[in-house]
């Protein structure tokens, strides 16, 4: 008689699960054993070999049984992972998540609900408005004016005539969108701004020199002009060139700017272009996919002076958020503005289904199907409180700073500038371009470091993205050990 795997799901699903978890967690610790670094040496051909091996035949006519397959498979990917838990692992934007939001994520697995219609998603629906509006308010600010107009005072009582050709405006309503991440935020926002826009008038993008690529993809994707390319001489915005480039644009245009760029973590000098766009009547978007979570630090959040002055901002949690991915959002100032999302599909919203008061959450992305991804972001919230938050966003920046000073000090590296968010760019002195593109490779092919590399003022830097609230100082020091001891004399 066959067997039928069991679910996990149901009340049974957790006796299901108990004997596999310890099978993954046995396998992840030999995983990482075996590898012995921050990431598998031999470069890809050698990774690619050893995985097949290990893995031998994926579909074999008849099955090895869930605990050979978790085995085998959780320890191959385990041997061969770049670990962002090791403090020697820290090129990107790509964090070590938290223990108690991984496992909050194994429960949204196995409860599997789908969050586009509420019969699939009662609780994660309700959960899913409780954080989209928690970020919002972070952002925004519960109920504080978002610009210079909405905070003009109100008209006092003497001024009793009515005036019936000035329009009255709802207040705005913040509120957030729960993407996969910047790149969808970012699309989102130009989506948003275009829908905005006055029929047969496109939207013209304005990106800085320094902006993520996904803003470009977002304007082609959605069949708008080439984006209008900012010069950022300094790394950042430049707001005169910015100033001079909407006077010269005709129609409706949107500004985005950037809060903790992916090469130095550079943030532009928001307030100053929130003015300039006040004045030509541009909507301005701000991608802060990786400085958004300054916003949980007291000492690190006046940097995001500005923010909530946007009508979009990305956010991106699996970045200063320490949330596996993926954990982002894009916050909106008033949630009016998604109703161009909204789409009917009788089977998940039929009408008389919304007038009976069920929610209709089809608007509420593009996407159709759902991780219930807030999950993990609630517990990591309710378990850490903002101080927990606060104490993590400040060891990395204070990490980075060390990290800065070291490289000051030392005689053989340039330091590119004192870090603003937790990204640190470097090179030794008097090497090449080519020699420094090399070191990076040689360490990525030995498994000894993972740095990344970033093109700043036309040379050639080292990038340490520091995300890992475990890493130490010493951990700095054999990092730049490893890079003079690798660089040519």
């Known amino acids: 008689m066959r067997s039928t795997p069991p679910l996990a799901g149901g009340t049974q699903g957790p006796d299901a699960l108990r004997p596999l978890l310890t099978t993954v967690l046995d396998a992840l610790h030999k995983g990482a054993a075996h590898r012995g670094g921050p990431l598998p040496a031999g470069g890809p051909e050698a990774v690619t070999a050893q995985l097949h091996h290990d893995v031998g035949e994926l579909l074999p006519v008849h099955g090895a049984g869930a605990e050979e397959a978790l085995r085998t498979l959780v320890t191959a990917l385990a041997e061969g992972a770049a670990d962002p838990a090791d403090p020697l692992c820290a090129a990107h934007l790509h964090c070590p998540p938290l223990a108690v939001a991984t496992a909050a994520d194994l429960a949204a697995s196995a409860l599997n609900p789908s969050m586009d219609s509420w019969d699939q998603a009662p609780a994660a629906s309700a959960l899913e408005a409780l954080v989209t509006t928690t970020l919002a308010h972070e952002v925004y600010g519960p109920g504080a004016p978002a610009s210079r107009e909405q905070a003009a005072p109100a008209p006092t009582r003497e001024h009793t005539t009515p005036t019936p050709t000035t329009p009255t405006h709802p207040t705005p309503t913040p509120d957030a969108l729960v993407t996969t991440g910047g790149t969808e935020a970012n699309q989102l926002a130009v ?9 047969g008038e496109p939207v013209r993008l304005l990106v800085g020199a320094n902006a993520h690529h996904s803003l470009a993809r977002a304007a082609w994707l959605l069949g708008l002009p080439e984006p209008v390319t900012v010069p950022a001489p300094a790394g950042t915005l430049d707001p005169a060139a910015l100033d001079e480039a909407l006077t010269a644009l005709p129609g409706p245009k949107l500004v985005a700017a950037t809060a903790g760029t992916t090469d130095a973590g550079l943030i532009d000098p928001l307030p100053e272009i929130a003015d300039i766009c006040e004045r030509h009547g541009a909507r301005l978007h701000i991608d802060a996919a990786y400085g958004a979570g300054a916003l949980f630090s007291p000492r690190e959040a006046p940097k995001l002076n500005g923010l909530a002055r946007a009508h979009t901002v990305a956010l991106d949690l699996h970045k200063l958020g320490w949330q596996p991915v993926a954990a982002g959002v894009l916050a909106v100032r008033d949630i009016a503005e998604t109703g161009a999302l909204g789409h009917q599909a009788d089977y998940l919203n039929a009408d008389d289904d919304t007038e009976a008061g069920l929610p209709d959450l089809l608007g509420r992305s593009l996407r159709t199907t759902r991780r219930p991804d807030v999950l993990k972001t609630a517990v990591t919230f309710k378990a850490l409180g903002r101080t927990g938050l606060a104490a993590l966003v400040d060891d990395v920046t204070a990490l980075a700073h060390h990290l800065a000073q070291l490289i000051d000090a030392h005689p053989h590296f340039e330091l590119y500038d004192t870090p603003t968010l937790t990204a640190v760019l470097f090179r030794p002195t008097g090497a090449t371009d080519e020699a420094i593109a090399a070191i990076r490779r040689t360490l990525l092919t030995e498994g000894r470091a993972v740095l990344g590399r970033a093109r700043m003022d036309g ?18 020091t054999a990092l730049l050990e490893l890079v003079e001891g690798h660089t040519p004399r």
Do not use: F, G, V
């Open 191 to 199: 989506l948003l701004a275009r829908e905005a826009a006055a029929p």
């Open 459 to 476: 040379k050639l830097h080292l990038k340490a993205t520091l995300l890992n609230p475990h890493a130490t100082p010493e951990d700095l």
